[in-house]
């Protein structure tokens, strides 16, 4: 019986894990500069340029989160590592953000060949490939976080013990 609880509350974890990796964040900001388009029937450019913008800012707080994981790592090695700075481990940092950068791209590439004109000139494709980004990043940032909280169960090459 105790081990049923124990699966029960491990599955419970992995849906409120997975209902934070995407959430109305995401899509709020996205709505709200789709929105200037379509409600005050402005320029789309306002538009274009709201999604710019809020692409900067997402791509901004995972650099900073990246930054933060990449020094903890450098600043605390693992307990079994001998010498200074564990380049290991900071080197499977670097290939997971890189296989992630990957996966990004592919997958807002994936989203873009379903406009009309998929070519990013055309600003109501970059448009929604921004959108896609903006989601994108947010959700891996919200990931590189979960790395800094190991109250929330979640499997983090962080904790030092």
């Known amino acids: 019986m105790a081990r049923f609880f124990f699966l029960l509350m491990i599955v419970f974890n992995i849906n409120a894990y997975a209902e934070e990796i995407v959430n109305d964040h995401d899509i709020s900001n996205i709505s709200s500069c789709w929105k200037k388009w ?73 989203i873009l060949s379903n406009e009309d004109t998929p070519n990013l000139n055309d600003p109501h494709a970059e448009a929604t490939w921004l959108s896609c980004m903006i989601i994108q990043t947010n959700s891996r940032t919200r990931q590189l976080q979960l790395y800094f909280n190991s109250e929330d169960f979640y499997p983090s090459p962080l904790l030092r013990g």
């Open 38 to 110: 379509s409600e005050d029937n402005a320029d789309f450019s306002m538009t274009h340029s709201c999604l710019k913008q809020e692409y900067k800012l997402s791509d901004a707080r995972l650099n900073k989160i990246y930054g933060d994981a990449a020094r903890f790592i450098e600043q605390y090695p693992r307990m079994w590592h001998q010498g200074g700075r564990d380049v290991e481990q900071l080197n499977m940092l670097k290939d997971s953000q890189r296989a992630w950068i990957k996966f990004r791209d592919n997958e807002c590439t994936l």
